[in-house]
């Protein structure tokens, strides 16, 4: 895991550019502590800075091709780079052990339809000193980030954080004022758009490549299925429970590769107790776990995970966290952001803990309700799909009343579903409006006059409603609705996220359920025996029946959640006040101020613990543009 940046810029001499990206690789320091490298030629600088997991001995980067042809940064993992040295080493002399030159080899041998060999999550760039072309790719699930931008010189800077970006000094900090209407949607600003104006955020599954002229293409390399195979469909469900417990050991095994202590996160829920059950089933001894608890009654849940682990026999690792703490630490959490989160607060404490206890990679359950249906969408959706011929033939004078009496009600349920109402026609409209932190009426009335504009005129619905449309062709209920929670919420707020709070401590963050040929393999299977509507992850508990306690596996699904409802009453109150003082709103043009003090009032006069994650999420939105800046 690593840090990586590169600057291809004709017009700009060498010892600026290195200049430059050295403030961008002291930026990720953090990302990467072990070893440093910067390599330059002809326009272009590249530079790393390497968190050593596999052969850390070696895997210097940037990593050059024998011939000085090919020069390599790599930000990631590559599962089965033993696998694929095997069919390399005939046409290569390995120097190392690692994963960074197999990549390499496999660029130098295939190009870019090395990509489909590989299995991991990564991020790298390469540049071909003879036709001084740049190309870059990043994994198919977007585990690992790649943001870009170009100057008006049709120069190239990029890196794996946005904070790296700005630290260039050659890319200008303005936040878009179409981006905050997004965000406040989303949690999120989904790709290929970030916060900042002219700042990209490479799509997953997608490679980008620069011609000498400075043209600049991007490109899809990898899909969701799109074609059943007969020959992997189970017959039935015993079969289906089988072959899934296969595949699970298989992405266990791959995902334990590294060369340092590699743990596990262990919430104390089904997905991770798997994760970890599956680990020491495979030979994970000694395994360490860890997990985050709090004191407040109806959020503490670490008496679940330490079941697990004695069950498990782990060495557990428990923290309880508390308001007081938390309100200490923000500072230090929002300066890790490079974008604003309503999220991701766990996966921070949890990864301080890992690291501080001496492990650089840990596995995380993350995934497992995208892929076998537990979150409520996988029910509702296509429930309210079979409702909506009917809804649409009422007067439409008759369903402009029920949509307003529905707006008006203070609960966020309604006004959700008044938004499915006036503006979803199939399956994919309402998976695209499922994941809306604010209801339409409510984000618009947020933004100031521009932003609004700009809001009204991008629509209610998420950018990729019309790309997922057409990929998802011939798609079944059970498989829109994952695609839709794997390539949004998940993608663009959980994986985001998780890179972001572990990298901030140096851990490498891993998370099996989100392996391609898992999903490759799950994807055509018959959705009755992915989920089933009577019993949450039935398929999941039933292929890992023996490595995961009968108390966890008959547990009703519970989300983890922070007890944000009380901190935001109590320890961060003193935090919330500030940032939504007028002095604070002043800095957020692009928010109506009136708007977003009556949403704090609200809160704090109101009895909806529920509407926590609205108000939050507004604050750390204007707590992030409040930031100082470093740059």
């Not at 992405?251 to 829920?269: E, K, M, Q, Y």
């Amino acid at each position: 895991m690593c840090g990586i940046a590169g600057i291809i810029a004709p017009k700009l001499d060498q010892a600026d550019r290195e200049s430059a990206l050295s403030r961008m690789l002291d930026r990720q320091q953090h990302r990467g502590p072990d070893d440093r490298g910067i390599v330059s030629h002809a326009s272009a600088t590249l530079g790393m800075a390497r968190l050593a997991i596999i052969d850390p001995a070696h895997g210097h980067q940037p990593m050059t091709s024998p011939d000085g042809r090919f020069h390599l940064v790599f930000n990631g993992a590559i599962y089965n780079h033993r696998e694929l040295r095997a069919t390399l080493e005939a046409n290569w002399s390995f120097r190392t052990h690692c994963d960074t030159e197999v990549l390499l080899a496999a660029f130098v041998r295939h190009g870019a339809d090395c990509l489909h060999q590989l299995r991991g999550m990564f991020a790298f760039a390469v540049w071909d000193t003879q036709e001084q072309t740049f190309f870059a790719a990043r994994d198919g699930l977007g585990i690992k980030p790649l943001y870009y931008a170009r100057r008006p010189d049709r120069s190239l800077v990029f890196a794996s954080e946005l904070n790296a970006l700005l630290a260039s000094r050659l890319v200008e900090r303005e936040i878009d004022a179409a981006s905050v209407g997004e965000y406040l949607a989303w949690f999120s600003v989904p790709a290929p758009r970030t916060l900042y104006r002219g700042i990209v955020n490479l799509p997953p599954g997608h490679s980008l490549r620069l011609d000498r002229e400075g043209r600049l293409s991007t490109q899809a390399w990898w899909g969701l299925p799109t074609h059943r195979q007969p020959n992997r469909v189970a017959t039935n469900y015993s079969e289906f429970v089988h072959g899934l417990r296969a595949q699970l050991d298989d992405t266990i095994r791959a995902h334990r590769v590294a060369d340092v202590p590699v743990g596990a996160f262990l919430s104390g829920g089904m997905d991770s107790t798997a994760v970890a059950g599956l680990m020491v089933r495979g030979g994970a001894s000694h395994l360490k776990t860890f997990s985050i608890g709090f004191e407040e009654t109806g959020y503490a849940e670490q008496a679940s995970a330490r079941a697990s682990a004695k069950f498990l026999g782990t060495e557990h690792h428990e923290e309880i966290l508390t308001g007081t703490r938390v309100a200490a630490d923000l500072p230090r959490i929002l300066a890790s952001f490079d974008q604003p989160t309503g999220d991701g607060i766990n996966t921070y404490y949890a990864s301080a803990l890992a690291s501080r206890n001496g492990v650089k990679v840990a596995l995380s359950g993350l995934g497992g309700d995208e892929l076998f249906g537990s979150y409520p969408s996988f029910r509702d959706l296509p429930r309210l799909q079979r409702l909506l011929p009917w809804w649409r033939r009422l007067p439409t004078a008759t369903r402009q009343w029920i949509v307003a009496k529905l707006r008006a009600q203070p609960q966020a349920r309604a006004r959700k579903l008044a938004d499915f109402l006036a503006h979803a026609r199939d399956l994919h409209e309402l998976a695209s409006l499922q994941r809306r932190v604010l209801p339409e009426v409510s984000r618009l009335a947020l933004l100031a006059p521009e932003a609004r504009s700009l809001a009204t005129r991008l629509g209610p619905h998420h950018p990729m409603l019309e790309e997922f449309a057409f990929e998802l062709t011939g798609a079944d209920d059970f498989q829109i609705v994952s695609a839709w929670e794997l390539r949004t919420y998940m993608t663009n707020v959980l994986l985001r996220d998780s890179d972001v709070m572990s990298m901030a401590h140096s851990l490498e963050l891993r998370v099996p359920f989100v392996d391609t040929r898992l999903l490759e393999w799950l994807w055509p299977q018959p959705d009755y025996f992915k989920r089933d509507p009577r019993i949450a992850k039935r398929a999941l508990a039933d292929a890992v029946a023996d490595v995961v306690p009968v108390s966890i596996r008959q547990r009703p699904k519970q989300g983890f959640t922070l007890p944000f409802p009380w901190w935001m009453r109590n320890e961060l109150r003193p935090f919330l006040d500030e940032t939504f003082s007028p002095s604070s709103l002043s800095r957020c043009p692009w928010l109506d101020a009136h708007a977003v003090s009556a949403l704090w009032s609200d809160y704090i006069t109101g009895n909806d613990s529920r509407a926590w994650s609205r108000v939050w999420t507004v604050a750390m939105l204007v707590a992030f543009a409040n930031r100082k800046s470093e740059y």
